[in-house]
């Protein structure tokens, strides 16, 4: 990694948004459970929001200028490299986060196996 990617997380890390925020908090009951999340962390040329390299598990939250065409095509690249380094990608949108934590913590713990798919869904 590099100096300036480094850097760059830092700042990230420090200037989280609302969602960011709110996604950490619970991120981090995982991580007492044995998950090793990371918020801003460098995976490979990119910086994820929130990853576990163990678990090779990626969560992405988005603003409103993802839905942007030039973003949605720099996302799905993004997504390809993950996928094709053997992460998992979770993509959100910061509403959801905002007012559905509950509903993509489960969606979360359904890909790392602490859920099945049908009680994630209740």
Do not use: C
């Amino acid at each position: 990694m590099t100096n300036i990617m480094s850097d760059r997380a830092r700042r990230l890390r420090r200037e989280k948004t609302e969602a960011e925020r709110k996604l950490w908090r619970e991120l981090r009951t995982l991580n007492r459970q044995g998950f090793r999340f990371r918020q801003q962390a460098p995976v490979g040329p990119y910086i994820a929001d929130f990853a576990d390299h163990t678990a090779k598990l990626v969560i992405e939250l988005d603003g409103g200028q993802h839905g942007m065409p030039s973003n949605a095509a720099r996302d799905a690249l993004r997504t390809k490299w993950l996928s094709g380094n053997g992460y998992r990608v979770l993509r959100y949108w910061n509403g959801d986060v905002l007012n559905n934590t509950s509903g993509v913590m489960a969606a979360v713990m359904v890909e790392l196996g602490l859920l099945s798919a049908s009680e994630g869904a209740a």
